[in-house]
Structures are given as C-alpha cells and as structure tokens.
C-alpha cells in the first residue's frame, strides 16, 4: 500500500483538479495519463514529481541546465519505459532510478565536474574508543545563528554535501532530503542495506562536524528548528 | 553500553532498527551520559536541518511551465 500524503502534492496552477484525482495513487495517475491520454491525470503526474526529480538531478549533477534536461528526459522516459514497470517497487521509487540514471549519464559527460573528497575512511572515534573527538564540540543545538541564519546554515549544509563524493550525496539526499526509506534507497542505488547505512551515517557524522565547525557553541539544550 | 556503541548504534536507534533491550541500554547511557546526550542531540539536529535543504534548490517556476508544456505535448 502506497503511504499518500495529499499535502505533500502540489496542485498546478492552472487548473482546479478533483478531490478524487489528487487521492489516487502514482501508479493509477500515471496509467491515467500514459495508457488513458487524460490531460489533467498528466497534470498530476508531472506536478508531484517534477521538483523531486530536479532536487536529485541538482544534488547529483550540481548544474541548473543539467538539472532541466533530466527532468525532461526523465518525464519522456517514464512514458516510454511504463510498460517495464512492473510494480515489485514503489512507483516512486522507480521514477527516482530513472531521475538518478540520467543525472550520472548526464555528470559523465560534464567536463566541469567538480573535485569531490571521500569520506570513505571518516571514523570519528578516537583510538580508545572514546567520543572526545567528536563531542568535544558541547551542545550547539541551540545555538541563535542556528534560527537567525536559518537559510544560510542550510546552504552550508548544501554546499558541504556537495563537496561529497555522489554515493555520499544521493543517499544523503533521497534519505534525509526526500524522506524515503534505506530499503528504497538500496534499491535505487543498487547497494546493501548496510552499505547504504554506513555510507549515510558517515555523511550526517561529517555534516555534524561541518555545523559544529560553523557555528558557536552554546549552553542549554533546546530544539528550536 | 559504552561510548562507542552510541555512535555506532545511533543511527539504527533513531531509526528504530534496535531490539527493545538495546533501547533500553541505549536510553539509559545518553541519559547518564552528557556527552552522548549532546551528540544524539545534534546527530538528530542534523537530520531535522537537512529535512529543509530542500528549499535550497527550487526549479524556477517559468522552468517548470515550459517542462510540463513539453511533457504533455509529447504524452498526449
């Protein structure tokens, strides 16, 4: 059964659309708009996955116009690839292996990639064990510039992720992003549950150190954002 | 538990993969523990922070209308 949020689907702007269409499920709208042509369901369609696909696009290709391209030929290929899916998976899920399949064609052929450094080897526990080397930081949870500078620790975040090798970034992106699940995720990327946990415990363990490194320490624990 | 199993462990604990008894262990360390308390404060600070970074990256909307005229031009 597919977990439907209607509150996570925007509506288009250009048209009012029927209760009953927003509550179908992405495997009914999209049979609606490929195997029925009907207009509006196409609407729905695109309008829940446009913005997840670029997002991943963004987050592996790290390039606007790149981005745009794979979201049109993520759209073109989901029409013409439909009859393959043979639903073993979440209908999302199989969007975002296509979304993910075209960005790393499209990143091969960029001749701007950007260095990325590996995390591979990160291991934040000191030789004894002991957590001093990466609790030495207090507690910045609370810090202000954590809700003054909202946007801009969010950008820190951005940009340190996309300073990460892609492995790092996607699984970072489609779990603490986009919200799905290791299992989808492992799906998506091809990889082990445990090689996708390791991978993303590592990148929130580096994250943790980026935030310590940015922002002050502070005293009292609260959770503002 | 010690130290190191916190951060070996904390992933799983927040996601609710560990077993009831290590829960327990797990509680009741960070509650004992400063230190620990502090790091599965930002770990999961973290997690809520990146939940946003969403709104980083947005398709502009004049992008996004001409995507969707060419999506339904070749669907329909």
Redesign the interface.
């Known amino acids: 059964m597919n977990n439907f949020n209607l509150s996570d689907h925007k509506l288009?702007e250009d048209s009012v659309l029927p209760s009953k269409l927003l509550s179908m499920s992405d495997e009914d709208i999209a049979h609606d708009?490929?195997k029925n042509?009907k207009?509006t369901s196409?609407?729905v369609l695109?309008?829940r996955f446009?913005?997840k696909i670029?997002?991943l696009a963004?987050?592996i290709t790290k390039n606007p116009n790149d981005?745009?391209e794979v979201?049109?030929d993520s759209?073109?290929k989901i029409?013409e690839k439909y009859d393959t899916f043979r639903g073993e998976s979440k209908f999302s899920t199989w969007v975002y292996s296509i979304a993910s399949n075209n960005s790393f064609n499209l990143l091969r052929n960029n001749k701007n990639n950007m260095r990325t450094m590996s995390i591979d080897n990160y291991t934040?526990?000191s030789d004894n064990?002991?957590?001093s080397e990466?609790?030495d930081?207090?507690?910045?949870?609370s810090n202000p510039d954590?809700i003054t500078n909202?946007?801009e620790?969010?950008?820190i975040?951005?940009k340190a992720?996309n300073e990460l090798p892609e492995k790092n970034r996607m699984i970072?992106h489609l779990k603490?992003?986009?919200?799905l699940s290791?299992k989808e995720i492992s799906k998506i990327m091809n990889a082990s549950i445990p090689s996708v946990?390791t991978t993303?415990?590592r990148t929130?363990?580096y994250?943790?150190n980026i935030?310590?490194d940015y922002l002050d320490e502070s005293g009292e624990?609260e959770?503002e954002? | 538990m010690k130290c190191k199993d916190i951060v070996d462990n904390v992933l799983d604990y927040i996601e609710g993969h560990l077993n009831f008894n290590l829960v327990l262990k797990f509680r009741s360390h960070i509650e004992e523990c400063p230190e620990c308390n502090a790091f599965v404060r930002a770990y999961r600070k973290v997690i809520k922070l990146s939940k946003r970074v969403k709104e980083v990256n947005v398709i502009p909307a004049r992008i996004k209308s001409e995507l969707k005229a060419t999506f339904l031009s070749k669907v329909l």
């Not at chain 1, 930081?137 to 949870?141: A, E, I, K, R, V």
């Not at chain 1, 603490?176 to 919200?179: A, L, P, Y």
Request: proline share 2%.
């Open positions: 288009s708009c490929i042509k207009e196409c609407k695109f309008d446009v913005d670029y997002r963004m987050r981005a745009q979201v049109q759209f073109l029409v934040p526990n064990g002991s957590l990466i609790i930081s207090g507690d910045w949870t954590l909202s946007q620790t969010l950008e975040i951005d992720i970072f603490d992003v986009e919200g290791i946990k993303l415990h929130r363990l994250l943790r935030l310590k624990i959770d954002m």
